[in-house]
T-cell receptor
Framework: DAKTTQPNSMESNEEEPVHLPCNHSTISGTDYIHWYRQLPSQGPEYVIHGLTSNVNNRMASLAIAEDRKSSTLILHRATLRDAAVYYCILLPIKAAGNKLTFGGGTRVLVKP | DTAVSQTPKYLVTQMGNDKSIKCEQN?????MYWYKQDSKKFLKIMFSYNNKELIINETVPNRFSPKSPDKAHLNLHINSLELGDSAVYFC????????????FGSGTRLTVV
């Protein structure tokens, strides 16, 4: 499984943007880049995913480097509710053994 | 409507007992998973079923036996519970395709005393 590297933690002020980096230098051409988050005492929650182009949804934006070796999850205006552990995970297009493999993630602290 | 529902939410039991956790998804997904999150908060996959067929079986003690009666249900039965089985167990579902997100249940907190 191709691995990802994320900072252990990041801090942000409420209502400011948060940029969460993820390095995945061994990504293959058939790997999707997925982001999930886990709020305290809850199950992981899907945030966004992409393959090559940048992606936007109601929760966040995903900026993917041209060589696909890194990506950045962007929370446009952090709220206290965005305090969570954020996971960047690679997932193949289609494989019998497809599975999300969670690393340590980035713990995001949002200060009021 | 809850997309992935697990029952029970909490389970406290004694060592040596046998218990089951149930999971149901109403998303029409073809693949379901069980994950375990221990006290150190690491999430590890245990099993995966695609259309009722076991496709992932990580290194998990034989005391853990998943069962999928249909593609909307994946249950987890645990025999002879041990203290080390205490954890939060999450069920998830998805399509077997990297272009789909996973949906997780809210978890079952198992405490073995």
């Amino acid at each position: 499984d191709a691995k990802t590297t994320q900072p252990n933690s990041m801090e942000s002020n409420e209502e400011e943007p948060v940029h969460l980096p993820c390095n995945h230098s061994t990504i293959s051409g058939t790997d999707y880049i997925h982001w999930y988050r886990q709020l305290p005492s809850q199950g992981p929650e899907y945030v966004i995913h992409g393959l090559t182009s940048n992606v936007n949804n109601r929760m966040a934006s995903l900026a993917i480097a041209e060589d696909r070796k890194s990506s950045t999850l962007i929370l446009h205006r952090a709220t206290l509710r965005d305090a969570a552990v954020y996971y960047c995970i690679l997932l193949p297009i289609k494989a019998a053994g497809n599975k999300l493999t969670f690393g340590g993630g980035t713990r995001v602290l949002v200060k009021p | 409507d809850t997309a992935v529902s697990q029952t029970p939410k909490y389970l406290v039991t004694q060592m040596g007992n046998d218990k089951s956790i149930k999971c149901e998804q109403n998303l029409g997904h073809d693949t379901m998973y069980w994950y375990k999150q221990d006290s150190k908060k690491f999430l590890k996959i245990m099993f995966s079923y695609n259309n009722k067929e076991l496709i992932i079986n990580e290194t998990v003690p034989n005391r853990f036996s998943p069962k999928s009666p249909d593609k909307a249900h994946l249950n987890l039965h645990i025999n002879s519970l041990e203290l080390g089985d205490s954890a939060v167990y999450f069920c998830a579902s998805s399509q077997l395709d990297g272009d789909y997100g996973y949906t997780f249940g809210s978890g079952t907190r198992l405490t073995v005393v």
